[in-house]
């Protein structure tokens, strides 16, 4: 494979609680990702996850000190803004590990050392996962619309919600609003309308895991509002493939 550019990744997040390990690993991933971030245990893991760091791949070994490899899994594939492809390393393979990555949704179940190879063949084996994920869309389409108020101007962004729960949202849009600014957020669909306060956490490019555009945390909802946004986010159903 040479230093060719792993599929769709930019940043890895690599845990494993052997420091040797870890160095052996960061030193190959830096020839195939721009960035490696380290953690040995699934705090560190989940403190990065929790964080503005935007991560394409999650690489973890199976046994953590604190917590398990699947319990990490099972997190990154239910991160708030999208779920993160993961890959698990062990140096004990074994059938019943495998074939719960598999039906937990791990991108692949590798003895250590990780060939970068044969991750990256995994990660090319799930093109219709991936254009599922990057042409996800709604039938009943619902819109948002993001004011920044400041003394040199508003500015007002348009785009689609992408994914969303009570506590934020990506909104998949191309609006030049930076991270930290601080916005109005108008969500709708059809006839129903929530307006809330929030702050763009995170800016993403384009990629194979969804359109470029703004992740977004929710400041301060009220129990009104968030009464209303669930009954907004009930309704939205998830086209069909």
Known sequence: MGSEQLRGVDTVLLVDDCRVTRLFMERIMHA???????????????????STEPVHLVITDVNLPDRSGFDLLRSAREH?????????????????DAARAARDGAV??????????????ALRARPGEADRRRAV??????????????????????????DASISGAYIATEGPLPVGAEVDVRLTLATKQVIVRGVVIRVEEPSWLR?????????????????????????????KE
Not at 32 to 50: Q, Y
Not at 80 to 96: F, G, K, L, R, Y
Not at 143 to 157: K, P, S
């Open 32 to 50: 195939h990702v721009r960035r490696v971030i380290a953690a040995e245990d699934f705090a560190g893991a989940s403190a990065v996850l929790g």
């Open 80 to 96: 708030e803004q999208a779920a993160i492809p993961v890959a698990m390393i062990t140096s004990n393979p074994n059938d019943a």
């Open 108 to 121: 692949g179940y590798f003895r250590k050392p990780l060939s970068v190879a044969e991750l990256d063949r």
């Open 137 to 162: 869309r709604y039938r009943r389409a619902p819109t948002a619309h993001l004011l920044e108020r400041r003394e040199g101007g508003d500015t007002l962004v348009a785009g689609q919600i992408h």
């Open 211 to 239: 359109p470029g555009g703004v992740a977004l945390r929710f400041l301060e909802v009220s129990e009104h509002k968030r009464r209303a946004l669930q009954d907004l986010l009930s309704s939205i159903e998830l086209r």
